[in-house]
């Protein structure tokens, strides 16, 4: 009888062992996939690949740390995830990548930790109980004043957005893009005012900095769709310099911003001043694409030029801009 109890003890033991176990494999093994990430940069609730994203648990995990400032990307096809090399990496030097996404990357260590924590449970649904006996984490040391703990331009609020009429859309990125500034407390709400933008509109003043990239990608977006190209590039130059302060040294998101500034550049007016900056972004597009993908040599910008073309054909296509010049004045 001794001996039974203490085998069932040993399988109790084990069992609250293999949960744990199995938390932290979940937690660690399972990554974000989305695939074609230059197409989801372009919020639509028709185009993209949302189909082939979401999260995918790996029987095998990738080995590789998480750093805040990783030296190497992940990059999806469906459920097949590589691991790229964003930069040079030493000899003897760890290869770490991130668990989230880069452009989150650049917040404090409170926010990174908070998306970081992965704990598959929503807020929302929470109930005073599972509070009273510590079963949700919640961070009582969190300060509302120091702004929300995930972003606040979603896709859901992208999307949105870019199915308001122009004007209407113009008018709430400029006053989003205020408030993600501090530069704009919200005021009493109009009754017909939309759910969602209600959502956004309670939020605390200190919003995340890619927030603000993102409603400057928009508008970039809008404005370019209107012909007003010059006004665009603006705030394509804003993006782009976001990129180059928050990713990595050569990332995908910088490679996408780089193409439609090249674009948006040929088409402004400004004569050899614009043009020579159109050509500029276009070569650094390039090259970065060769970093993170290979395919042509840097120094050579003919060689692999087709394959760039091909991956980024949808892009390259994009009704953003009428009468657009020849792209192969640029590559």
Same mark, same amino acid.
């Given at each position: ?7 069932? %003890? ?5 069992? =609250?062992?293999?949960? #744990?176990?199995? &938390?932290?494999?979940? *937690?660690?093994?399972? $990554? ?61 030097? %760890? ?5 989230? =996404?880069?452009?989150? #990357?650049?917040? &404090?260590?409170?926010? *990174?930790?908070?998306? $970081? ?61 205020? %408030? ?152």
């Amino acid at each position: 009888k001794k001996r039974s109890s203490m085998k069932k %003890q040993d399988v109790s033991v084990q069992v =609250e062992q293999i949960k #744990l176990r199995l &938390s932290l494999i979940v *937690r660690y093994n399972c $990554l974000s996939v989305e695939t074609g990430p230059e197409l989801l940069s372009h919020p639509s609730a028709t185009t993209g690949h949302t189909a082939l994203s979401g999260t995918a648990l790996y029987n095998l995990s990738s080995f590789f740390n998480h750093h805040h400032k990783p030296n190497a990307s992940r990059w999806a096809i469906g459920d097949l995830m590589f691991f790229v090399a964003n930069q040079n990496i030493p000899k003897g030097q %760890q290869v770490c990548i991130s668990y989230i =996404e880069h452009e989150v #990357l650049c917040e &404090s260590a409170e926010r *990174r930790s908070g998306l $970081l924590n992965m704990d598959f449970i929503d807020m929302d649904d929470a109930t005073d109980s599972m509070d009273e006996t510590n079963e949700i984490s919640c961070s009582d040391d969190h300060d509302a004043e120091d702004g929300p703990m995930d972003p606040v331009i979603d896709s859901e609020v992208q999307t949105e957005l870019m199915q308001m009429p122009l004007l209407e859309r113009l008018e709430s990125i400029d006053e989003l893009l205020k %408030q993600s500034k501090g530069e704009s407390i919200p005021t009493d709400k109009d009754d017909d005012h939309d759910d969602t933008m209600e959502q956004v509109d309670d939020e605390a003043m200190q919003w995340f900095q890619c927030d603000t990239m993102n409603l400057e990608l928009l508008k970039a977006l809008t404005l370019d769709g209107m012909g007003q190209h010059e006004e665009a590039l603006h705030h394509w130059n804003e993006c782009i310099a976001f990129a180059r302060r928050a990713l990595p040294p050569a990332d995908e998101m910088t490679v996408v911003l780089l193409v439609q500034a090249a674009l948006c550049a040929q088409c402004s007016p400004g004569g050899i001043r614009q043009e020579s900056l159109a050509k500029e972004y276009a070569k650094l597009a390039l090259d970065m694409h060769c970093i993170l993908f290979g395919g042509c040599d840097v120094k050579d910008h003919n060689a692999g030029l087709s394959l760039f073309k091909r991956r980024y054909r949808e892009e390259l296509k994009l009704p953003l801009r009428q009468n657009s010049p020849s792209i192969d004045a640029l590559w």
